[in-house]
C-alpha cells in the first residue's frame, strides 16, 4: 500500500471513528443559506469543465484548500437535512458491504407511474426537492436514490465504478421497492446513467427523460486530454465553497445568481470542510474518470422507449474542458448542437429546448421546466 493508499485509509479510519462518537456538530438545514455572500456578475472560471475552475493539474500534492465560511458536513453528509426521510438500502457490491440512501415519496392521489430522478455529479437526491413536490401533486411516486459514492450513500475506498454498475445498483434497488416499470428521469451525470440503465433494461423504463445530460459528446475523441485519477484526486482536494460557486454560476445558471442556490454550494463544500475531505475527493476522482472513459453518445440509436430531451441552450458543460487546448476547448460543449444531434440520433425522441437556461433548468427557472416535464410526461400512456 503506497503513502497515499496509507493516509487515505487512515484518514478512513478517523472518520468512522467520528461519526461512530457522534462527533459531526449540528448544521443548519438545507433550507438555511449559509457561509460567505453568493459573488455577483458573471465569473468565467472554466466555461464549462465539471472540474472546478482554477484548479490547475499538478504532479505534486496540493496545499490544502482553506474553507471556512460555512458548516462541515461528514462524508456521508451527516448534518445535512434532506426535504424527506431518508432511507437506506443495505447491499454487497463487489465484496464490500454498501448503503445506497434514497427518498421514496408516495403521492396523495396516486396516477399508476413512478419517477426515478437520478442526480448530477454535483447534485445530490436533495436538489430535485422542488421536482419531487410537482411531481408527487401530480400522483407520481417518487423515488431519488443518491448514487454509491455521493452524499449520503457510501464511499467505497475501493470500487470499479462503472455506468453498468451504478445502473445494476439502482436496478436492485428498485426491485427491493417492488418498481418493476418506471420513468427514469437523469440530469447531468445522471442522465449518462439513465441512458445506460435504460439500455440494459429497456423492458423496465417505461419512459425516458434527460434533463441536460452530459455524454452527448466523445470528450477523449474530440481531444480533451486524459487525467490520471490522481490527478483528479489532486483537484478535488482544491474544492471550496467559492470555486464550486463560481463554476455553478457559469455553468448552472448562465451567469445568473440567486439566494436559493447557495443551499447547494454548502452541500458540496461542507463535505470538503469536514472530516471525510479525503474520502470524498477520492471517490469523486473514480467517478470523474468513469464520466471520461464511458461515453454513451454511440448508443443512443438503441434507445427503444419514448424519450423527452429537456435542454437548457446556455449550458457549456464538458468534462475536463479547462485542461484543453483552446483549439479543443472551442468545439466541445454547446448544447444547442448536441441536444438537436441527440434527439436526432434517438428513435422517439421529444426535444424541448430552454433558450435562456443553462445547465440545471430545474432550479433556474422551475416553472418552465416543470410544465415541459409534466406535459411530456403526460404524452406517454400510464399503461406503456
Known amino acids: 500500500m503506497n503513502l497515499r493508499r496509507q493516509s487515505l485509509f487512515a484518514i478512513l479510519s478517523a472518520c468512522a471513528l467520528a461519526t461512530a462518537s457522534g462527533a459531526f456538530a449540528a448544521t443548519p438545514a438545507s ?148 418498481v418493476t416499470n418506471a420513468t427514469v428521469i437523469g440530469h447531468s451525470t445522471g442522465g449518462m446513467l439513465a441512458i445506460r440503465y435504460a439500455l440494459m433494461y429497456p423492458h423496465e423504463t417505461q419512459q425516458l427523460v434527460l434533463v441536460n445530460p452530459i455524454g452527448l459528446e466523445d470528450w477523449k475523441a474530440k481531444g480533451v486530454p486524459s487525467l490520471s485519477v490522481d490527478q483528479w484526486y489532486e483537484r478535488e482536494l482544491k474544492t471550496t465553497a467559492d470555486s464550486i460557486r463560481r463554476y455553478e454560476q457559469a455553468t448552472y445558471y448562465a451567469g445568473q445568481w440567486r439566494a436559493d442556490y447557495e443551499p447547494w454550494v454548502q452541500m458540496l463544500a461542507g463535505m470538503y470542510r469536514g472530516p471525510g475531505k479525503q474520502i470524498v475527493a477520492w471517490n469523486s476522482a473514480l467517478l470523474y474518470d468513469m464520466i471520461y472513459t464511458q461515453p454513451v453518445v454511440y448508443e443512443l440509436g438503441h434507445l427503444s422507449m419514448p424519450t423527452l430531451l429537456l435542454i437548457g441552450q446556455k449550458d457549456t458543460t464538458a468534462i475536463g474542458k479547462d485542461a484543453a487546448p483552446p483549439e479543443v476547448r472551442a468545439k466541445i460543449g454547446h448544447y444547442p448542437e448536441l441536444g438537436k444531434a441527440a434527439a436526432k440520433a434517438i428513435p422517439h425522441a421529444t426535444l424541448v429546448e430552454f433558450a435562456d437556461l443553462g445547465h440545471a433548468p430545474q432550479m433556474q427557472d422551475p416553472q418552465a421546466f416543470h410544465k415541459a416535464l409534466l406535459d411530456g410526461l403526460a404524452a406517454v400512456p400510464a399503461n406503456r
Open 31 to 178: 433550507g438555511a443559506v449559509v457561509g460567505s455572500a453568493a459573488s455577483s456578475g458573471h465569473s468565467g472560471g472554466s466555461g464549462g469543465s465539471h472540474a472546478q475552475p482554477g484548479s490547475a493539474v499538478t504532479s505534486a500534492a496540493p496545499a490544502a484548500a482553506v474553507d471556512n465560511g460555512g458548516p462541515a458536513y461528514g462524508p456521508e453528509l451527516q448534518g445535512f437535512n434532506y426535504p424527506a426521510p431518508v432511507e437506506q438500502y443495505d447491499f454487497t457490491s463487489q465484496g464490500v458491504a454498501l448503503h445506497m440512501a434514497y427518498l421514496d415519496i408516495e403521492p396523495e392521489h396516486a396516477n399508476g407511474r413512478t419517477a426515478v430522478l437520478l442526480h448530477g455529479k454535483n447534485f445530490c437526491a436533495a436538489t430535485w426537492d422542488a421536482t419531487i413536490h410537482r411531481l408527487s401533486d401530480a400522483g407520481y411516486r417518487v423515488i431519488a436514490p443518491d448514487q454509491i459514492g455521493f452524499c449520503k450513500s457510501s464511499k467505497p475506498e475501493h470500487y470499479q465504478y462503472s455506468f453498468q454498475q451504478l445502473a445494476r445498483n439502482t436496478h436492485a434497488l428498485l426491485e427491493s421497492l417492488g
